[in-house]
């Protein structure tokens, strides 16, 4: 569909945040994304987090003067506050009942909006609603977050940031968490959402309908770095969360730990099948396995898989 013909089909109870920082283009494949739904949102708001390249200053101004998208495109500007003040400032102009969040450097495929606002009209015990999503740029792979409840969510991330959520659960919780600038903000977020009611729940659409822009230097994987720092704010914020589902938070954990660990095994019994030499990590995970996580275990099915090349003279 052409970006300047009107939509008959207009989610007239959705409004659009986009948060945009230096993001030159890719703020306009974003905008479009939206424009191409198959039910576009009411109005694009368009949060500028106080960019200072003149590209990307030149295509804000264009999209604030250009008449033929066929949604309305507000742009608010203010000062580099981040990411999480950006999408508060976006919500806080919203008056729909339902609010997309996306962010600049990402698109939407067109059955977004109409699939994920299904969810949210079919269920009232959703706070929030998302999809799978579809990375490109470094990464060519099929990100599939399950969501769920509470305590789903203690132990990892299981929303994309990109979302719908329900603009009541957002005033009710407080928004997103202005002070978190390193990363986990969406995450933060969702468990605030979740603690508004007992029965809150954030449901996935099991399609890839986000189309989410990978590259080495973002800030999703930068905040990697500082996981273990980040979990410990998160914890000590939604202590009583973390108190009240304790074991769910540590089966969690413990599930991902046990699912990657195989995964690894995997790779090294594959590896010694095909008569590969193992890397430098695995030769010493093998030497010196690790006690109590299950590590031991791992080495000795390895080795007993393999006798001829573990056994001493």
Partial sequence: MNPSQKNPHTAMDVQAVVTSFNQGSMILEAVQSLCTQTTPPSEIILVDDGSTDEASLRILEQLESDPSFCVPITVLRQPN?????????????????????????DRLEPSYVERVCGLLHERPD??????????????????????????????????PATHILRREAWEKCGGYDESMRSGFEDWDFFLSLLETAPEARIEIVSEPLIDYRTAPASSNVRSMEKRLELMRFLIEKHIDSYRAHIADAVLGVESISIARLFGWEGEMLQGLSAGQKLCGTSTEFLQQPSYGDGGMAAAVRIASAFPHLFLKD
């Fill in 81 to 105: 506050g981040g990411v999480s003040s950006a999408r508060n400032a976006g919500i806080r102009r919203a008056e729909s009942p339902l609010v997309l969040v996306l962010d600049g450097d």
């Fill in 126 to 159: 959703l706070v929030a609603a998302s999809s799978w999503m579809h990375t490109f740029g470094v990464l060519d792979a099929a990100i599939c977050p399950a969501g769920g409840g509470i305590t789903a969510f203690l132990s990892r991330n299981c929303c």
